[in-house]
């Protein structure tokens, strides 16, 4: 311990990275952050590193405050009683106040074959087992891509622009997020790019092997490369430490993102399960919900209420290749509308976004407390009230 108020942040993605920032708005705050790699992982760009077009790492030291002390390794378990984290190290990190921001990666695909025959992307480390498998493989070999949400349009996208032969397995809809106007433009250019893609409940895959993929309606398809990207997860960290967790696995919290165990403990990011509302797992929340979790904590410090969340979503943003892309116009409480921007603005909006977010990082480390956010959602608190109403109506006795 360091004689000031020590504030340690698990995780160093958007969400972590936005909270280490702003917790160095006090001069006698101590900011730790713990995390398993010396780089920063851009997620957003992926697909594009599996591509080969574009870089996924980024510099801690551009990205981070200078009074940041970064800790490269893994917490394996969270002792909210003693205010301590082990480490894989065998050392161990004492706090007092705590971000747990640790961030999701790939689900357990739960389909025969697939752990062991396909190859998720949500990781570093995953992207970097499946390119090398890509490289390997004839530029004419079938590739399959499971899931058809933005990461797996995006990825199909990419490598079929690379010449790939390239089968999207959407085991329902086609972009279930996207208003049918936004998905018709991504079924237009996914089209245009030569995509085989493959829609509706009986393309659901049951089963994976090392040159297949067999789906719900008993259809083998061949496969040399077999990309999941259906479905994603949080590590187990807080439910092993004891921790109050949703059934996905993320932290239990109130409004203000305060563990409803301890409140020298708050969550941001795709981690996070405010009221067991969580938002969607995606950089746009975890860049709001950071700085939220480090004023709470900053809150806290100073003998003052934490204010409660209020995030909003402005679009969802699909890459389609280098050539085109779609934005698509989201409401703040992230459902989709009829506007959307494809082809050639679609795509220089997406890399807009793209280059924002690690200046949007690196800003908060000059200006920690200087950025805001205009969209906030203002449906959250009518929601929260049906919510309680309907749990209290479930626990007055009959009359």
């Given at each position: 311990?360091?004689?000031?108020?020590?504030?340690?942040?698990?995780?160093?993605?958007?969400?972590g990275v936005m909270a280490a920032n702003r917790l160095t708005q006090r001069?006698?705050?101590?900011?730790?952050?713990?995390?398993?790699?010396?780089?920063?992982?851009?997620?957003?760009?992926?697909?594009?590193?599996?591509?080969?077009?574009?870089?996924?790492?980024?510099?801690?030291?551009?990205?981070?405050?200078?009074?940041?002390?970064?800790?490269?390794?893994?917490?394996?378990?969270?002792?909210?009683?003693?205010?301590?984290?082990?480490?894989?190290?065998?050392?161990?990190?004492?706090?007092?106040?705590?971000?747990?921001?640790?961030?999701?990666?790939?689900?357990?695909?739960?389909?025969?074959?697939?752990?062991?025959?396909?190859?998720?992307?949500?990781?570093?480390?995953?992207?970097?087992?499946?390119?090398?498998?890509?490289?390997?493989?004839?530029?004419?070999?079938?590739?399959?891509?499971?899931?058809?949400?933005?990461?797996?349009?995006?990825?199909?996208?990419?490598?079929?622009?690379?010449?790939?032969?390239?089968?999207?397995?959407?085991?329902?809809?086609?972009?279930?997020?996207?208003?049918?106007?936004?998905?018709?433009?991504?079924?237009?250019?996914?089209?245009?790019?030569?995509?085989?893609?493959?829609?509706?409940?009986?393309?659901?895959?049951?089963?994976?092997?090392?040159?297949t993929v067999r789906l719900a309606d008993g259809r083998e398809l061949p496969?040399?490369?077999?990309?999941?990207?259906?479905?994603?997860?949080?590590?187990?960290?807080?439910?092993?430490?004891?921790?109050?967790?949703?059934?996905?696995?993320?932290?239990?919290?109130?409004?203000?993102?305060?563990?409803?165990?301890?409140?020298?403990?708050?969550?941001?990011?795709?981690?996070?399960?405010?009221?067991?509302?969580?938002?969607?797992?995606?950089?746009?929340?975890?860049?709001?919900?950071?700085?939220?979790?480090?004023?709470?904590?900053?809150?806290?410090?100073?003998?003052?209420?934490?204010?409660?969340?209020?995030?909003?979503?402005v679009g969802t943003c699909i890459s389609l290749g280098r050539r085109a892309?779609?934005?698509?116009?989201?409401?703040?409480?992230?459902?989709?509308?009829?506007?959307?921007?494809?082809?050639?603005?679609?795509?220089?909006?997406?890399?807009?976004?793209?280059?924002?977010?690690?200046?949007?990082?690196?800003?908060?480390?000059?200006?920690?407390?200087?950025?805001?956010?205009?969209?906030?959602?203002?449906?959250?608190?009518?929601?929260?009230?049906?919510?309680?109403?309907?749990?209290?109506?479930?626990?007055?006795?009959?009359?």
């Amino acid at each position: 311990m360091t004689g000031n108020t020590d504030v340690v942040v698990i995780g160093g993605g958007y969400a972590g990275v936005m909270a280490a920032n702003r917790l160095t708005q006090r001069a006698d705050v101590t900011v730790t952050l713990i995390n398993p790699r010396p780089a920063f992982v851009d997620r957003i760009r992926l697909h594009q590193f599996v591509g080969g077009t574009h870089e996924a790492v980024g510099d801690y030291g551009k990205l981070l405050a200078g009074g940041v002390r970064l800790v490269v390794d893994t917490v394996t378990r969270i002792d909210a009683a003693g205010r301590a984290l082990t480490l894989a190290s065998g050392g161990t990190v004492g706090y007092d106040h705590l971000v747990y921001a640790v961030g999701s990666g790939s689900a357990d695909p739960r389909v025969p074959g697939a752990a062991k025959f396909a190859y998720p992307i949500a990781s570093l480390e995953e992207a970097q087992r499946l390119r090398p498998a890509l490289d390997a493989a004839p530029a004419a070999a079938p590739v399959t891509v499971v899931g058809a949400g933005p990461t797996g349009i995006e990825t199909a996208a990419e490598l079929a622009e690379q010449g790939r032969t390239v089968t999207l397995l959407c085991g329902g809809l086609l972009g279930p997020s996207l208003h049918p106007r936004g998905r018709r433009s991504v079924a237009r250019r996914l089209a245009a790019l030569g995509v085989s893609v493959l829609d509706g409940p009986d393309t659901k895959v049951t089963a994976v092997t090392r040159d297949t993929v067999r789906l719900a309606d008993g259809r083998e398809l061949p496969s040399a490369v077999t990309v999941w990207t259906a479905g994603f997860g949080v590590p187990d960290l807080a439910a092993r430490s004891g921790l109050s967790t949703d059934a996905l696995g993320r932290l239990l919290t109130d409004e203000t993102l305060t563990s409803v165990d301890d409140e020298r403990i708050v969550a941001a990011g795709d981690s996070a399960a405010p009221s067991d509302l969580p938002f969607r797992m995606s950089c746009q929340a975890a860049v709001q919900l950071g700085p939220q979790a480090a004023e709470t904590v900053l809150s806290r410090i100073a003998g003052e209420r934490p204010a409660s969340i209020d995030v909003g979503f402005v679009g969802t943003c699909i890459s389609l290749g280098r050539r085109a892309g779609v934005f698509q116009v989201m409401g703040k409480d992230d459902t989709a509308k009829r506007y959307y921007l494809g082809g050639r603005p679609g795509a220089k909006t997406k890399e807009l976004i793209c280059r924002s977010i690690p200046w949007q990082l690196s800003y908060e480390a000059r200006k920690p407390g200087a950025r805001t956010w205009w969209s906030k959602d203002a449906k959250r608190g009518l929601l929260l009230r049906a919510v309680a109403e309907q749990e209290r109506a479930a626990t007055e006795p009959a009359a």
